[in-house]
């Protein structure tokens, strides 16, 4: 998992309460992302920053929001809009090479 | 849009078989990438290919692409049960500065000891 830290390691919420979602990375990279995996599927791309305070929109950013004010942090928010937001989250970044590196992720169960 | 797709969906062998997954994908890319992801995890990148290569080898692992068949192989050669987890192909199809990887749905490896 590297120098990414996901917290907690499993949130569970009411609907119609938003959530946050918290990202930290200490490998000093620019790019850091946000992907959403439901069972037996593959990632999906939420949001992704490649610098601070820029962010761009991904392939199912619907019912999502995030900031990018630090180098470290890309907290992603988890909104009520969001119509079935049980998943399981994972954050990465990326030196600007083309590798990725991935935190251990969120569990996050909403009911 | 899901740019890769594994086959098969799950595979299962006795330990110091080889186990190989493909996966294809529909537009032209930069590279290519396997990454590993033990259940409840986040994944972990082995080996990236550029789609001006054919082959490349790291330790156990062998991959191979074919983009005039827009496909690649990932070979693991004397499989351990350590081994077992979720194997990921993503393309990079990336243009300017803004990369992005586009992920298929995996391959569920079993090694059983």
Redesign the interface.
Known sequence: DGGITQSPKYLFRKEGQNVTLSCEQNLNHDAMYWYRQDPGQGLRLIYYSQIVNDFQKGDIAEGYSVSREKKESFPLTVTSAQKNPTAFYLCASSPGTHEQYFGPGTRLTVT | ??Q?EEDPQALSIQEGENATMNCSYKTSI??L?W?RQNS??????LI?IRSNEREKHSGRLRVTLDTSKKSSSLLITASRAADTASY?CAT?VSSG??????????TQLTVLP
């Open positions: 849009s899901q890769g930069n590279n990438q990454y409840g995890r986040g994944l972990v990148h990236l990921f990079d500065s803004a990369r992005q990887l586009t992920f298929g749905s995996g």
